[in-house]
């Protein structure tokens, strides 16, 4: 079946540890995005990918960092640098950039601070 | 300035109740596009719908029904005859292309919670 892969489904960093999330997709889409879940909140766009080798800071991608080496994959690290890690990350894709096209989610990371 | 309001944190409703969730939202574009998302206790996000601003026609599928209000600004999601299973948190989110131009932002509202009880 076609659809996004996250792992793992729960995650615990240590102080000053860069763990990284993984997103693989197998729907041939180009555009990728990675949101974070707060409790009680919507999602906020961490980062995201139009196409391969490519990608673009989203409104909260301090303490993050991304790479799109191939069409399927779109791991996120979370880096040392951010502070406040604990929460929901959820990575997405669309078949492309495009205002019309509805994003598809994988069924997320639940990241916790040891 | 929030774009995108569900006003409606928590709903708890008992099964076969009809039940409406709420979405408002803000844009300078005249052409956008607003989706409706469930969220079940599973964790992932599941789409339901997509609204174009041209087009005004209500939308049912199943016991699901939007009913999208231009004038208004508002996209109400409306639950028929609801059932345990629907239970989730609902996300309503607007998809614009920013002032400065390039990638398209889809932005969520903070989601309503919806608890059918048997």
């Known amino acids: 079946d076609g659809g996004i892969t996250q792992s793992p489904k729960y995650l615990f960093r240590k102080e000053g540890q860069n763990v990284t999330l993984s997103c693989e997709q197998n729907?041939?889409?180009?555009?990728m995005y990675w949101y974070r879940q707060d409790p009680g909140q919507g999602l906020r766009l961490i980062y995201y990918?139009?196409?391969?080798?490519?990608?673009q800071k989203g409104d909260i991608a301090e303490g993050y960092s991304v790479s799109r080496e191939k069409k399927e994959s779109f791991p996120l690290t979370v880096t040392s640098a951010q502070k406040n890690p604990t929460a929901f990350y959820l990575c997405a894709s669309s078949m492309t950039g495009g205002r019309s096209q509805p994003q598809h989610f994988g069924d997320g990371t639940r990241l916790s601070i040891l | 300035a929030q774009k995108v309001t569900q006003a409606q944190t928590e709903i708890s409703v008992v099964e076969k109740e009809d039940v409406t969730l709420d979405c408002v939202y803000e844009t300078r574009d005249t052409t956008y596009y607003l989706f409706w998302y469930k969220q079940p206790p599973s964790g992932e996000l599941v789409f339901l719908i997509r609204?174009?601003?041209?087009?005004?026609q209500n939308e049912i599928s199943g016991r699901y029904s939007w009913n999208f209000q231009k004038s208004t600004s508002s996209f109400n999601f409306t639950i028929t005859a609801s059932q345990v299973v629907d239970s989730a948190v609902y996300f309503c989110?607007?998809?614009?292309?920013?002032?400065?131009?390039?990638?398209?932002?889809?932005?969520f509202g903070a989601g309503t919670r919806l608890a059918v009880h048997p």
């Open positions: 989110a607007l998809s614009e292309v920013p002032p400065s131009g390039g990638y398209n932002k889809l932005i």
């Open positions: 729907l041939n889409h180009d555009a």
């Open positions: 990918s139009q196409i391969v080798n490519d990608f």
């Open positions: 609204r174009n601003s041209f087009d005004e």
